[in-house]
């Protein structure tokens, strides 16, 4: 079997902003998620028919960060994936439902970081640059978003056990992650649970590098080796259009081999 591991902000889906600024969407893309009555992510058309020939030669997996609720928004084609790899590979979706006992294993890869995670909680807590909310997400990792997050993330780094704890960014987005929490071993568990012959990743960000390493094919987009020195069997993508047309098609004419 061959499973292909998909991560979904700006590898498969773009955010309004990220494509139209202020112009008004064309007739290429598809609308996938609503939030609050309002049209927040995208797809073009050449993904959603990739999508639709990969999923008669392969299993595709949606491996992503994003939450249980934020992963619902999403409607990228007419009939929802099978499997679904959510909170940073915490938490399996098998036909819209999660497995207890692939959580109840997350919780105790990560029962080590326990105390890194309240610290960083209770540190960012006091933060002044903080901008939002604190969460705990399923309990498995910590998310908030702040002004100057790089400021932020030093501050944590000098503070946590990174040897325990990943504190990444995504934008304004501040994240504690246990290292055991990556999308990496989240590929390698589903690998074994599945029974997977070959597997093929795809991700644009630090939280898919693991994911890409791990894989038998690691895909990610033009730049992405340069930026973040990553190891394995890696094809970066040349940057001639979008990133989810270009690594979808590739996946194609690799699948008819």
Request: proline share 3%; with cysteine.
């Amino acid at each position: 079997m061959r499973v292909v591991h998909l991560d979904l902000d700006n590898t498969l889906i773009y955010s309004y902003k990220h494509i139209f600024g202020a112009e008004k969407p064309d007739g290429r893309w598809k609308n996938v998620e609503t939030y609050q009555g309002r049209k927040i992510s995208y797809v073009t058309e050449k993904t959603q028919e990739l999508l639709r020939y990969l999923r008669k030669k392969c299993l595709l997996v949606p491996t992503t960060t994003r939450t249980i609720e934020q992963y619902n928004r999403i409607e990228i084609d007419a009939e929802p994936f099978d499997y679904a790899l959510v909170c940073n590979g915490g938490i399996l979706r098998i036909n819209g439902e999660s497995d207890p006992s692939w959580y109840d294993r997350s919780r105790e890869l990560i029962e080590d970081c326990t105390k890194e995670l309240r610290h960083a909680l209770s540190l960012l807590e006091k933060e002044p640059l903080r901008k939002f909310e604190l969460r705990f997400i399923e309990e498995l990792f910590v998310f908030t978003k702040c002004n100057d997050p790089d400021t932020v993330i030093s501050g944590l780094k000098t503070e946590l056990d990174t040897e325990k704890i990943d504190v990444l960014a995504n934008g304004e987005k501040v994240y504690a992650v246990p290292k055991k929490l990556n999308k990496g071993m989240a590929l390698q568990r589903f690998c074994e649970y599945i029974g997977a012959d070959e597997v093929i990743a795809a991700g644009d960000s630090e939280f898919d590098v693991s994911m890409v390493e791990a894989a038998d094919i690691g895909i990610v987009p033009s730049g992405f080796c340069r930026k973040h020195q990553v190891g394995g069997n890696i094809k970066e993508m040349k940057g001639e259009s979008f990133f989810s047309d270009e690594m979808l098609s590739w996946i194609k004419e690799y699948v008819k081999l």
